[in-house]
Every structure is written in C-alpha cells, then in structure tokens.
C-alpha cells in the first residue's frame, strides 16, 4: 500500500512514522509512507501558502495552487507507474466521521493521498475538484490536519496483512467486530494484593473465550450502548 501525505508542516507528521509499528511495516516494505512539503510547490517568490479569505474574516486560507500542482504531480506519477491513486482524502472537522468501519476499507485501498488543512482550512476548489472523500476524527477543532493524518494512518497501516505479529491480534480489537476489547492482564498474578482473574490462569481456552466474550458484552453495553443497538 502507498500512502502520501501532503502538509505545509511536514515536521509535524515526520517523527511517528518513524517509531513502532509503522516503522517496522514501512521497513518490512508492507506500507510506503512519503511526506510531501506543500512548500516545494509554491511557484512564487516568497513561496507562499495561504492568503486572506474572500469576503474577510478570520485566518487565512490554503491557496488552491501549490495544492494542485503537488497532487497533480502524484497522480501524474502513479499513472507513469501504471497505477492511479484511489482516493484523496482532506482531513477536515467537518467531514465525515472517521471509524474502524473506514479504516477497514481504506486500507483496502492500493494509493490513498492525506490531505491536510491548516489555518482556516483549503480553498474550495480544491474540495470540489480533486478531493474524494473528507473525514474528522472527531466533534472537535484541532489546529490542522496533520495529527488526524497521522491517526488514519496509523488505523490504516495496522490492517494491511503481515504488520501486527499476531495475525488475528488487528481482528480481537475494539470496534473490529462492534464491541469492545475484554480487559487484559500479564505477570505477575498477583500486584499489590489485586489478583489475576482464576479463569486467565485456568488454561481452558473455552472457558477463557466464553468469559472475555462475556467482559466485552459487559463494558460495551456499559459505556457504548449505541454500538449494541439499544442505547
Ligand atoms: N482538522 C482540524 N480538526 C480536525 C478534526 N477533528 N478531524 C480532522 N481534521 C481536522
């Protein structure tokens, strides 16, 4: 899978890429990551971003032309590469709510380009034209696009066959299958007086299976009723 994120800050979503998981799934060659600066493709003197809205207001808005011209030249690339990209998403609060249930099938995806808005948001235009699909991570005002990037991202790159070690492990995760993860313990037994549940310790995997099945049941209807339909 090829994933491009296009940023004026690309500092910002450099460093997790470089860590953990996705570390090891872009250097297993499973997910290619690039980052690419808006900044190189600002044709004017002062290589400038954004500008006042039309109509005033507050912030200031990311011009439609180096936008164009940086995307342009990703899709130009993977068509040159007998590829196309598949889908570009603008991460913006006012898009649609991103959920496992997109994740599962972003990932799905060959090309996915992450678009992200700074200051006041993109122009317009570039939502009418190039961008495919619009997404927020959630009901509240971040001050760009970029860690919400790095959040489809990292919910994306988890999915792709052969990145977690344990095969199943992405399967059992919250929300995979509508409810919620059973809580988890390890060594030792007992801390602090606070025992491990006898079950855990049992080694009857039916009996296992049967009560973390029951602790998901309990803490979903507990704390998400909606994902079981009868809130
Ligand atoms: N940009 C700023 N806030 C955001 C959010 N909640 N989701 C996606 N993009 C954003």
Redesign the pocket.
């Known amino acids: 899978m090829r994933i491009d994120i296009v940023t004026a800050l690309p500092e910002i979503v450099a460093g997790p890429l470089e860590h953990s998981i996705l570390r090891r799934a872009r250097q297993k060659g499973l997910v290619d990551v690039r980052v690419h600066d808006l900044r190189r493709y600002a044709t004017d003197k002062h290589r400038t971003l954004d500008d006042y809205p039309f109509g005033g207001g507050a912030g200031m808005v990311l011009k439609p032309e180096p936008i164009f011209a940086c995307i342009e030249a990703l899709k130009a690339d993977a068509e040159a590469e007998g590829g196309a990209v598949d889908e570009i998403v603008y ?3 006012d ?1 649609e709510r ?1 959920d496992q249930r997109i994740a599962n099938e972003l990932s799905m995806k060959q090309h996915v380009v992450l678009l ?2 700074h200051y006041k948001g993109v122009d317009q235009r570039v939502r009418d034209v190039l961008v495919t699909r619009e ?11 970029e860690l ?1 990037a790095l959040v489809v991202v990292d919910a994306l790159v988890r999915l792709i066959p052969g990145v977690l070690g344990d095969a199943t492990s992405a399967l059992s995760d919250s929300f995979q299958d509508g409810l919620l993860d059973a809580p988890a313990y390890t060594r030792p037994a007992t801390f602090r007086g606070m025992s491990v549940p006898d079950v855990l310790r049992s080694g009857d995997h039916e009996k296992v299976a049967a009560w973390r099945e029951a602790e998901r049941l309990h803490k979903t209807r507990e704390r998400r009723p909606d994902l079981l339909g009868d809130e």
């Open positions: 991460l913006t609060p898009g991103f992200a808005g997404l927020s991570i959630g009901d509240y005002v971040l001050s760009g696009g919400p």
